[in-house]
């Protein structure tokens, strides 16, 4: 495919050549075309030689890309085939770029393949990001279901306290004498104590 610039001024012995390939994958079950080289001719010659990278699309589709350059800015789809030639010299960056090789239908592009990825950094961070949460709540939900309820069951008792004799006389009320055989003891009437089982 030769795109050729006619008689604009000093563009015009300028030819840029697209050698297009088809080929047929059994796996997908349909033919794809690929942007194999494009080729700079200046007066007939060749003057530069880019290999092409990642521009393909399937032979009914057409080709679409916002920038498809030799400057590693834009990613680099179009390589120096040779670090011997003058393709070092040029610098080509084609702006809103679509191609369409085979089964054109009334001189209009078929639906694009676009070269945009599916995973762009950002997708990827959206991705990774997600995933932490979905970590942090099936732990969340890991603890809830694991976690033990509490029943409460309170038994309170009355809880004999054993003191020794004591001189306050401002006590006397609240204490009553314990009967023994040894030491004179009091015990508490009032006090009760409390069990908790969970």
Same mark, same amino acid.
């Given at each position: 495919?030769?795109?050729?610039?006619?008689?604009?001024?000093?563009?015009?012995?300028?030819?840029?050549?697209?050698?297009?390939?088809?080929?047929? @994958?059994?796996?997908?079950?349909?033919?794809? &075309? #690929?942007?194999?080289? %494009?080729?700079? !001719?200046?007066?007939?010659? /060749?003057?530069?030689?880019?290999?092409?990278?990642?521009?393909?699309?399937?032979?009914?589709?057409?080709?679409?890309?916002?920038?498809?350059?030799?400057?590693?800015?834009?990613?680099?789809?179009?390589?120096?085939?040779?670090?011997?030639?003058?393709?070092?010299?040029?610098?080509?960056?084609?702006?809103?770029?679509?191609?369409?090789?085979?089964?054109?239908?009334?001189?209009?592009?078929? @639906?694009?393949?676009?070269?945009?990825?599916? &995973? #762009?950094?950002?997708? %990827?961070?959206? !991705?990774?990001?997600?995933? /932490?949460?979905?970590?942090?709540?099936?732990?969340?939900?890991?603890?809830?279901?694991?976690?033990?309820?509490?029943?409460?069951?309170?038994?309170?008792?009355?809880?004999?306290?054993?003191?020794?004799?004591?001189?306050?006389?401002?006590?006397?009320?609240?204490?009553?004498?314990?009967?023994?055989?040894?030491?004179?003891?009091?015990?508490?009437?009032?006090?009760?104590?409390?069990?908790? @089982?969970?």
């Amino acid at each position: 495919l030769s795109l050729k610039f006619g008689d604009v001024g000093n563009l015009k012995g300028l030819v840029i050549r697209f050698l297009l390939t088809t080929s047929y @994958y059994k796996l997908s079950v349909q033919n794809w &075309f #690929s942007l194999h080289r %494009l080729q700079l !001719l200046y007066n007939h010659s /060749i003057q530069a030689t880019f290999n092409a990278t990642r521009i393909y699309a399937p032979a009914s589709y057409s080709y679409h890309c916002e920038h498809v350059s030799s400057l590693q800015r834009y990613d680099a789809l179009l390589i120096p085939s040779s670090a011997n030639d003058l393709s070092k010299l040029w610098e080509v960056t084609f702006i809103d770029f679509q191609i369409q090789g085979f089964n054109i239908q009334e001189g209009h592009f078929a @639906y694009a393949k676009d070269c945009a990825s599916f &995973f #762009s950094p950002a997708i %990827l961070m959206g !991705l990774v990001m997600s995933l /932490i949460l979905l970590l942090v709540l099936a732990y969340a939900l890991h603890m809830l279901i694991h976690l033990k309820s509490l029943d409460r069951h309170y038994e309170c008792k009355a809880s004999p306290a054993y003191f020794a004799q004591m001189k306050d006389n401002d006590m006397g009320d609240e204490k009553e004498p314990l009967r023994s055989s040894g030491n004179e003891s009091y015990e508490l009437r009032n006090q009760e104590f409390c069990k908790i @089982y969970i």
